[in-house]
């Protein structure tokens, strides 16, 4: 049996079906885990780091056990890390921290579109993924020092999509063989979200929300927290505050 969206053979055998899949999914885990570990950002990072981690679970029961449910537990928890990533870029790009509920209503109007099928789940994840991308890279073009950072994961996640659909859904898909495009794909996707973690918002980070020292002016904000060319407004404050 072949899995939808998935060269490799699944093995009715077992707990792991799918052994280079399920094996890889793994790495979701580690990165996640290794983001928690480090939390530069705190509360922000801790979230992201878990639902990294709900990722490497739901893939790996995907492409394990496989029960009748496995959809759900693989896309869903994919659907609230991409909307999560969403809503930190736009906070952060605009300068105003948005509720988490912009991001929690993600997995509750995934399942209708999980329960539709493989098709209007992949759509629906193609979107979010749209979306949290663009609005990341809209972040880095103001946040010149977050730019490099944000390319290299970009670059990565593109390039594990790419590898996976080939290698799943061309003539060179080898259902039978160990390295698997598929697992490609785990393994770069993970990294690529373990890179683009230390990208987000952390608090007094954003417009109008900067922490204050003793005196009671404005802190200077750090280095991955500056915008790329300040305002004539933010100067001006800047002027007199050092008056």
Do not use: K
């Not at 890889?24 to 639902?51: D, W």
């Not at 209007?120 to 193609?126: D, K, L």
């Amino acid at each position: 049996m072949v899995l939808a969206n998935a060269c490799e053979l699944y093995r009715d055998s077992g707990f792991i079906g799918q052994p280079a899949a399920a094996v890889t999914s793994l790495a979701f885990v580690i990165a996640g885990l290794a983001v928690v570990a480090r939390r530069p950002h705190g509360a922000p990072t801790v979230t992201y780091g878990l639902l990294v981690v709900a990722v490497g679970a739901g893939s790996l029961v995907a492409h394990g056990p496989n029960p009748s449910g496995q959809a759900y537990a693989h896309d869903l928890p994919i659907a609230t890390l991409l909307a999560y990533i969403a809503v930190d870029a736009a906070s952060d790009r605009f300068g105003r921290r948005l509720s988490p509920g912009w991001w929690l209503v993600v997995p509750v109007v995934m399942i209708p579109a999980v329960a539709a099928g493989p098709t209007t789940s992949t759509i629906a994840q193609a979107i979010l993924a749209a979306v949290a991308v663009g609005l990341g890279l809209e972040r880095a073009r103001v946040r010149p020092q977050l730019r490099r950072t944000t390319i290299v994961a970009v670059l990565l996640l593109a390039s594990g999509a790419l590898l996976g659909t080939i290698g799943d859904r061309t003539s060179i898909c080898r259902p039978s063989s160990v390295l698997q495009g598929h697992a490609l794909w785990h393994v770069l996707a993970a990294a690529g979200l373990w890179r683009l973690a230390s990208t987000l918002s952390a608090p007094g980070c954003l417009s109008g929300n900067h922490p204050r020292r003793s005196s009671g002016r404005p802190a200077a904000r750090r280095d991955h927290c500056a915008v790329g060319r300040p305002s004539v407004r933010m100067m001006s404050r800047v002027r007199r505050s050092q008056r």
